[in-house]
């Protein structure tokens, strides 16, 4: 292998595309492995804990876990603060929106219909409004978390923000985040970034 293979499934989301974001800002040529359905039980057995994102670098054994990955093209590539506490609070951030897909994962295996309607209401209604209150108590001047510059913290917020945005989630509505400002200054700043603008219209 002569180049980082970062594995994810096949689509422009969550965890694996926050990390393709993040190797794509700071230039990476990398390849860009998406993992079909039918293959995913057979690569599953190969990953470090079973779920993806993976990365690989080259000499080095697969790095799982999506933010331990993107610390470490952040450190790599000067997408992470250098300072050990801003470091730390970037890295709290990032464990906060797991926080929040940890909270959501589980209404996507409902089969219900009115279990999932109620459980994504409250989602809608209480979990992500607190959430989201609490992202915005640690945001500044912005437009990112940490200033004027991009982190891989911001890609993070972006992805879960535009996952919402989308609409994709029935019952929550695309809305959600409207009320929170600089969460969505975080989101529209990612959004017209140059590189992301020109990752999106590939
Ligand atoms: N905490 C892990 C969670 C990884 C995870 O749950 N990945 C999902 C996709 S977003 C997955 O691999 N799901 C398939 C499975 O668990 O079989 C991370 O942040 O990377």
């Known amino acids: 292998m002569s ?7 096949d689509a422009p989301v969550s965890r694996g595309e926050e990390c393709r974001l993040a190797l794509h800002l700071v230039g990476v040529d990398f390849e860009d492995n998406r993992v079909k359905g039918p293959d995913w039980p057979a690569f599953k057995g190969t990953t470090p804990f079973g779920a993806v994102p993976v990365l690989e670098m080259p000499g080095q054994p697969p790095l799982a876990q999506s933010n331990a990955i993107l610390v470490l093209i952040g450190r790599l590539h000067g997408l992470h603060p250098k300072d050990l506490y801003e470091a730390a609070r970037h890295e709290a951030i990032m464990a906060h929106v797991e926080d929040l897909r940890a909270a959501i994962t589980p209404s996507m295996r409902l089969k ?14 209480t979990t992500i409004p607190t959430w989201a209150a609490n992202v915005e108590k640690q945001l500044g001047e912005g437009p990112f978390v940490g200033g004027a510059t991009p982190n891989v913290v911001d890609l993070k917020l972006f992805t879960i923000v535009r996952w919402v945005k989308s609409g994709a989630l029935d019952h929550i509505p695309a809305t959600t985040f409207d009320a929170f400002p600089k969460l969505t200054r975080v989101h529209d700043a990612v959004r017209d970034f140059p590189a992301v603008r020109a990752w999106y219209a590939k």
Do not use: G
């Open 3 to 9: 180049k980082p293979k970062l594995s994810y499934f």
């Open 112 to 125: 219900d219909e009115d279990a999932k309607r109620q459980a994504r209401e409250a989602l809608a209604t």
